[in-house]
């Protein structure tokens, strides 16, 4: 069965700073993976995504997220923050019977 | 491109009531939709898969007779919440595969999600 796990619930983080968002994943096939920002009272805005070929992906607001296969992680980065970044992000998986599982999220609060 | 909308943003409805729920994808055609359930600050659970002209998929503890859904054209897909009780109080979120078009094959595109509150 997979699963997506997303290590810390909460980072807090001051604005101009770096921030690295955890996620690890457990499937036995190859996968999928994403990740999606959620403002509150919205939907899923999808930020990047790792379908195959380079392991580095480049997304939108200037996040970028590293599959490595061996460590099954994909974690999400930015190089600096702003206090618009602040929300929910959420890790997802998917394999070929295109169902998404989802971590838990992890709550992204900028400090001024 | 690749929009997804739902229908309504959100409801408020007395409890014994039924509410119904639109998905729609906008421009593309999505042979399978999927129903989320999403509690406060907490992540999303499949509900059920929609699929266009026959039966939905539930999830293990998913009332189906509860959480009547409808997939009948390849834009449209609607969840009825029947008899809502507060416990249903939830944020619904869909999603729409695409199966055409210019994007990723099987690419999944999230409504921006219906707020139920049940009194």
């Known amino acids: 069965a997979q699963s997506v796990t997303q290590l810390d619930s909460q980072v807090p983080v001051f604005e101009e700073a770096p921030v690295e968002l955890r996620c690890n994943y457990s499937?036995?096939?190859?996968?999928?993976l994403f990740w999606y920002v959620q403002y509150p009272n919205q939907g899923l805005q999808l930020l990047l995504k790792?379908?195959?070929?380079?392991?580095l992906v480049k997304g939108i607001n200037g996040f970028e997220a590293e599959f490595n296969k061996s460590q099954t992680s994909f974690h999400l980065r930015k190089p600096s923050v702003h206090i618009s970044d602040t929300a929910e992000y959420f890790c997802a998986v998917r394999s070929g019977t295109y169902k998404y599982i989802f971590g838990t999220g992890t709550r992204l609060k900028v400090l001024a | 491109g690749a929009v997804v909308s739902q229908h309504p943003s959100w409801v408020i409805c007395k409890s014994g009531t039924s509410v119904k729920i639109e998905c729609r994808s906008l421009?593309?055609?999505?042979?399978?939709m999927f129903w989320y359930r999403q509690f406060p600050k907490q992540s999303l659970m499949l509900m059920a898969t929609?699929?266009?002209?026959?039966?939905?998929?539930?999830e293990q503890g998913v009332e189906k007779d509860k959480f009547l859904i409808n997939h009948a054209s390849l834009t449209l897909s609607t969840l009825t919440v029947t008899s809502a009780h507060p416990e249903d109080s939830s944020f619904y979120i869909c999603?729409?595969?695409?199966?055409?078009?210019?994007?990723?094959?099987?690419?999944?595109?999230f409504g921006p999600g219906t707020r139920l509150t049940v009194l």
């Open positions: 929609s699929n266009e002209g026959s039966k939905a998929t539930y």
């Open positions: 999603s729409a595969r695409a199966t055409s078009g210019e994007w990723s094959y099987n690419e999944q595109f």
């Open positions: 499937s036995s096939v190859s996968v999928y």
């Open positions: 790792y379908l195959s070929g380079s392991t």
């Open positions: 421009d593309f055609q999505a042979t399978t």
